[in-house]
């Protein structure tokens, strides 16, 4: 995606991590990855006592992303405390043990380009603990009013809002 000649805000990404040793380095190389090219990312340790905060360190000299550490408080916790950290206009949470595919946030941004979007959610595939395909998840298009009344909720990972 040529985005070489237009505007394109800040989205910014928080990766909440607890005890999450296998999964992360994967993790944060599919947000590193991505194709859009205006980007932050955000990792909050909420009290690992693995070797996670020892892989971050080593990961931080080659992916660049801001690293807060915190006491345990709960993976809601620590998305707060990253969204406040942020300077994105578009917000979303990757989940430690999810992956993005390469082009999802570049993907996502064009629906944005759209006013009255304030939030998006891909398609996405539900993978093993070998990152291994199980399935597809297809998702549609919802209402504001579907979306806060049902109790079927499609969204699940790549999730993007509005920060206001």
């Not at 990404?13 to 194709?35: H, R």
């Not at 990792?43 to 971050?56: A, F, P, R």
């Not at 949470?93 to 941004?109: F, G, M, R």
Request: proline fraction near 4%; include cysteine; charge should be negative.
């Amino acid at each position: 995606m040529d985005m070489s000649n237009s505007y394109h805000p800040k989205i910014s990404i928080v990766i909440p991590v607890y005890n999450c040793e296998t999964y992360i380095e994967q993790a944060i190389k599919s947000v590193s990855s991505q194709t859009y090219p205006h980007l932050e990312l955000i990792v909050v340790d909420d009290g690992s006592t693995d070797n996670t905060v020892e892989i971050l360190k080593k990961l931080s000299v080659t992916h660049k992303f801001i690293l807060i550490k915190q006491a345990n408080l709960g993976q809601s916790a620590a998305m707060n405390v990253g969204w406040s950290a942020s300077s994105g206009e578009i917000l979303g949470y990757l989940s430690s043990d999810d992956l993005y595919a390469p082009t999802l946030l570049a993907e996502s941004y064009k629906l944005f380009e759209q006013e009255d979007v304030i939030l998006t959610f891909p398609c996405y595939d539900l993978i093993d603990s070998d990152s291994m395909k199980l399935k597809q998840v297809n998702t549609n298009w919802i209402s504001f009013e579907h979306l806060i009344s049902s109790l079927d909720n499609p969204i699940g990972p790549g999730v993007l809002f509005r920060k206001k």
